[in-house]
């Protein structure tokens, strides 16, 4: 895999924070509930477990989505008058049940968190082997763009189809591992990694398991080290909402999740103050911790949810240009501007920005008369 500067690629993003020239904002037209899966209980917040079982593959609340898909239009527009060039995947029907030969699920979920399933590394896109099976044919939604991508250079790297079946499963309380999937065969989310060019950081979750961690490391090749790094989550499911690197050397955290890293050593890390969502919002997906899940335009620009005061000020004070957009109505679907994204093209190449331990030097050969 490639990952030397490309410049001029159709497909070009090393980092979370290079400038930004082109990227998929995500939809959720069609979007509907996910279907139940005993997996998700560690990270879906109370009551989605009902809500999903009662109405998985039947529509998301129209007004709610409607409000939600108009955030996510207005999205694409702010990062258009910043310059950036935005491509939308295709409206896709996500209502239609569908099966495989081991099991069935009510209908898919939606196209609105491309990162969740892809991943741009250099001038390749990964795609992710998820583990939920509503998701199996979310990436139909990004074939077009895919194609077109690859019809233009890009590399193309889908991960292994995985299969899905019970084996992958940790049934509750049979297991004393901590996370509810096994090692059956690699998954894992886009979302559980974070590119810092040469370097990748990833972290086990429940939908990403140190099978797919050890995939993904092999398939992006020598250039780029994959290194996993410990958080303070019990629910993991994404990094996103744990750190978020804005510029060379500084980086948002979430104040309790993150672990100091030796990786970090030389970066100013900032924490993130506590999310402003109102009360009893809707949320189906996640914490509203997504408050830190926000999309740098470049090493000087943010894009930051609009009520997050606290978040606005904290940045604004370290040097950040916040570009504030409305998107609470989104939140309630599972992210904010991080998740709802993918980078295609950031400037610039490759780079090291994060401490590695030295190498072991290499024995030296001394010379003897018996050598000769
Ligand atoms: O805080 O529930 C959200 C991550 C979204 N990709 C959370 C994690």
Redesign the pocket.
């Known amino acids: 895999m490639s990952t030397k500067s490309a410049i001029n690629a159709a497909v070009n993003s090393h980092t979370e924070w290079d400038p930004l020239e082109e990227v998929v904002v995500g939809t959720l037209a069609n979007g509907v509930f996910p279907t139940w899966q005993e997996s998700m209980t560690e990270?879906m917040?109370t009551g989605s477990r009902e809500i999903f079982q009662k109405s998985g593959g039947n529509p998301f609340p129209q007004e709610h989505l409607k409000r939600a898909e108009e955030e996510l239009d207005r999205f694409a527009e702010t990062l258009r008058s910043e310059g950036v060039k935005v491509v939308r995947p295709d409206p896709l029907d996500h209502q239609t049940p569908f099966s495989t030969p081991a099991w069935k699920s009510d209908g898919g979920l939606y196209a609105a968190?491309p990162?969740?399933l892809l991943m741009v590394v250099g001038d390749t896109i990964i795609e992710s082997p998820m583990s939920w099976r509503c998701r199996y044919h979310e990436v139909d939604a990004y074939r077009s763009l895919i194609k077109a991508y690859f019809l233009q250079g890009a590399r193309w790297c889908p991960a292994p189809k995985p299969q899905l079946t019970d084996n992958l499963w940790n049934a509750n309380g049979e297991s004393n591992s901590e996370w509810a999937i096994t090692e059956f065969e690699p998954v894992f989310?886009a979302?559980d990694f974070m590119r810092f060019g040469q370097d990748i950081v990833a972290q086990r979750s429940h939908v990403t398991n140190a099978f797919g961690i050890e995939w993904l490391r092999r398939s992006v090749g020598p250039d780029v080290t994959v290194t996993e790094i410990d958080v303070n989550?019990p629910?993991?499911?994404?990094?996103?909402?744990?750190i978020a690197p804005l510029a060379p050397g500084k980086m948002l955290v979430?104040p309790e999740?993150f672990k100091m890293n030796p990786l970090f050593v030389e970066w100013d890390i900032i924490e993130a103050p506590r999310p402003m969502l109102p009360t009893h919002w809707p949320m189906y997906?996640?914490?509203?911790?997504?408050s830190m899940?926000v999309l740098s335009l470049n090493p000087e620009t943010v894009v930051v949810e609009s009520h997050e005061k606290s978040l606005i000020e904290t940045l604004t004070k370290n040097g950040f240009r916040c570009v504030p957009v409305d998107f609470q109505h989104v939140y309630s679907f599972?992210?904010?501007f991080?998740?709802t994204t993918l980078d295609v093209v950031r400037s610039g190449g490759s780079g090291k920005y994060l401490w590695s331990p030295p190498a072991p030097r290499k024995p030296t050969r001394r010379k003897t008369a018996l050598a000769d």
């Open positions: 990270t917040p968190m990162r969740d989310d979302a989550d629910h993991a499911m994404h990094i996103d909402a744990t979430h999740r997906f996640c914490s509203p911790w997504v899940n599972g992210g904010s991080h998740c």
